[in-house]
């Protein structure tokens, strides 16, 4: 998402370690990363350009915008998680503190509600039981994972012609 400065290009999908180097990457920090789950199947045209994947927040008003169900988005987010079979599979959505979430007329609220209804059709419809977590609960199951820490690889031309490809390791998390 350029206009909000966002690219997550090929960042790992699902709850893992932090690493030490590069945002994108699986690490071995003592920190984890939960990131919001999103419709790899579609890629939608950003407002100023560049695409994004259609995802579970209620702030878009995904039907009015992009002709996109809470139940369709759902569907495929759980079904993509199947397919990965993460270690510890999450549906990870967000929410801003802006909007009335106590009103239900709010038109967030509403969203919010359909969203939550689409995950638990969705998750019922595959013989999946959604069960609610804390982010604290979702770190110790990260944690309790063996460290899958991947090299950061810098390729390509970034800095002009003839640029050299280097690898960057940082070092082991203080303790």
Not at 149 to 170: D, H, I, Q, R, S
Request: aromatic letters at 8%; glycine letters at 8%; a negative charge.
């Amino acid at each position: 998402m350029p206009e909000m400065r966002a690219n997550w290009t090929g960042a790992e999908p699902d709850p893992h370690r932090a690493h030490t180097c590069f945002r994108q990457l699986s690490g071995s920090l003592d920190f984890s990363e939960m990131p919001v789950s999103v419709d790899f199947s579609r890629s939608l045209k950003g407002r100023i350009g560049g695409t994004f994947h259609p995802d579970l927040r209620p702030d878009t008003d995904w039907q009015g915008q992009y002709d996109l169900s809470y139940d369709s988005i759902a569907a495929a987010i759980v079904a993509q998680i199947i397919e990965r079979q993460p270690a510890v599979p999450v549906i990870n959505l967000l929410t801003h503190n802006m909007f009335d979430y106590s009103d239900p007329a709010d038109p967030a609220c509403v969203r919010l509600r359909q969203a939550f209804d689409a995950i638990a059709a969705a998750c019922h419809a595959n013989g999946v039981e959604a069960i609610g977590a804390t982010v604290a609960h979702v770190t110790k199951a990260v944690r309790g994972l063996p460290v899958r820490a991947e090299p950061f690889v810098c390729e390509g031309n970034m800095y002009g012609k003839g640029a050299a490809v280097g690898t960057l390791a940082g070092p082991a998390p203080a303790r």
